[in-house]
């Protein structure tokens, strides 16, 4: 690193949660990690560390991200959940990519292939949310009866994917009812792997009794998305009334939402003050002078901006130094930004804008997104730090 701005993540933390859902939740036989973008931006060198922790299988979202993995990764399963090109099926089979037939025309492409080795395919059903996925209970009866006869090709998985938790709305339980109707003129029992759910089924549903695998994306990196129980005042109560009458009404099926699991966040942010300064009354912060100092203060530049995924929306947030919250000013710019500090803040001073002190739930919330997208946004030019055990087992530096 030639900067000490990276993203720190926390392999015990990761490891830690993986066993903690198993333990939770034994009842699968697959235990499929979604590592697509870069594991979430957490570092796709994390895998080899979730698999000794127990998941079994591994989704990507693209073939660029699988042979990365496979350099670190080498007998483990991996899913690509989105489609793959019909012209790289041989880069799939070299190395050991499962595809998914997501559309009847990719599957007539496909079937009119000569495959001279094995090649694993999953078939995704579209049961509403109306992106990847079959939808015609025929047309899926013929692609599962052919791929079947098909030399060399193994059907080894069917699945579909949620719109929502299911809580409080329909569409759960709609979605589920047409998978079924879908696949009836199938027997899924010949099927190996069957996966319908991601973390929200796996926290806030009873296990669906005919799928065998599970897809774990934002509860590995330990986030309890599961909505919080309303306080019990009254106009919370009246809520409460009006969604359990509103689930009666819908017949919606039996949800959990007290759900206890102890997971923890696996992904920090760090930087550091590359210059302090006191500045005087009247003087403007930054471009656009859209911050003006009231009285003489200091102010600390720090070595991160949105050219980094440190987007402009965290102007006005805070960060941490030294344990003290300390307000961002001015504009964010490409590679610095400027909080307003105290005098006790000093060059080379480490500072956290994304962790313990500051959870990525609040950025997310301040910068209007979510935890998804928090750890996302900031690019693979930002260096990942794995640490274990209070040590740099690894860095991954993707502009190296």
Not at 47 to 54: A, L, Q
Not at 274 to 301: L, N, P, W
């Amino acid at each position: 690193m030639y900067r000490n701005t990276y993203a720190e993540i926390n392999i015990d933390n990761l490891q830690h949660n993986v066993e903690e859902i198993i333990k939770k939740y034994p009842e699968y036989e697959y235990y499929i990690g979604v590592v697509k973008g870069n594991a979430y931006g957490h570092s796709d060198k994390i895998c080899k560390y979730i698999v000794e922790s127990g998941i079994n299988y591994l989704a990507i979202s693209s073939l660029e991200e699988g042979i990365s993995l496979r350099k670190d990764v080498k007998k483990i399963p991996i899913l690509c959940l989105e489609p793959i090109d019909i012209k790289y099926i041989e880069k799939c089979i070299e190395n050991n990519i499962t595809i998914t037939v997501h559309d009847y025309d990719y599957y007539r492409k496909l079937i009119k292939l000569e495959i001279n080795k094995p090649l694993k395919v999953h078939l995704k059903i579209d049961s509403g949310l109306c992106r990847l996925g079959l939808y015609n209970k025929e047309q899926i009866k013929e692609v599962v009866q052919n791929l079947k006869l098909k030399p060399n090709i193994e059907l080894e998985g069917i699945f579909t994917h949620f719109s929502t938790d299911g809580i409080y709305d329909e569409s759960w339980d709609n979605q589920y009812k047409k998978f079924q109707e879908l696949t009836s003129e199938i027997d899924l029992s010949q099927i190996p792997i069957i996966h319908l759910g991601r973390s929200q089924t796996l926290l806030n549903h009873p296990k669906i009794p005919f799928a065998n695998a599970i897809r774990l994306g934002i509860i590995m990196y330990g986030y309890n998305t599961t909505p919080k129980p309303l306080p019990n005042d009254f106009i919370n109560r009246l809520r409460k009334l009006k969604r359990k009458l509103y689930n009666k009404k819908h017949n919606i099926s039996k949800t959990i939402t007290d759900v206890d699991i102890d997971v923890k966040p696996a992904f920090s942010l760090y930087s550091e003050v590359t210059q302090v300064k006191k500045i005087k009354k009247g003087s403007f912060v930054g471009y656009g002078r859209i911050y003006k100092a009231e009285k003489d203060m200091y102010v600390a530049i720090i070595s991160i901006g949105y050219a980094d995924g440190f987007c402009r929306r965290n102007r006005g947030r805070q960060i941490v130094i030294n344990n003290k919250r300390y307000d961002l000013i001015g504009e964010i710019n490409m590679g610095m930004i400027i909080a307003k500090v105290d005098e006790s803040v000093k060059t080379g001073d480490k500072v956290t804008l994304i962790g313990e002190k500051i959870p990525m739930k609040e950025v997310a919330s301040y910068i209007g997104t979510s935890i998804y997208e928090g750890s996302c946004m900031i690019n693979d030019w930002v260096p990942r730090v794995l640490i274990k055990n209070g040590e740099v087992i690894e860095i991954d530096e993707k502009n190296i």
